[in-house]
């Protein structure tokens, strides 16, 4: 397993439905949910071919936008 420290989290919201099919599909594989789905987001940005616009790249930690300021 990675060791690691945890810098950022993602969040969303589903349906029961998908939960349940996320469980599942997590249980299978003897794994966590949390771990499928950090899998799940590192095999799309794996697979994405567009790169990050230089806005979003070069942005520091200090830097990103306050919630106002994207709405």
Known sequence: ?????????LKTRI??????????LASQLLITESV???RLVIRAL???????PDAIADQ?????????ARL
């Open 15 to 24: 349906s029961l439905e998908e939960k349940r099919h996320v469980q599942a």
């Open 1 to 9: 397993m990675w060791l690691m420290a945890a810098a950022q989290f």
């Open 46 to 52: 794996g697979e994405s071919a567009a790169p990050l």
């Open 36 to 38: 499928w789905l950090k």
């Open 60 to 68: 520091g930690e200090s830097e990103r936008p306050t919630r106002d």
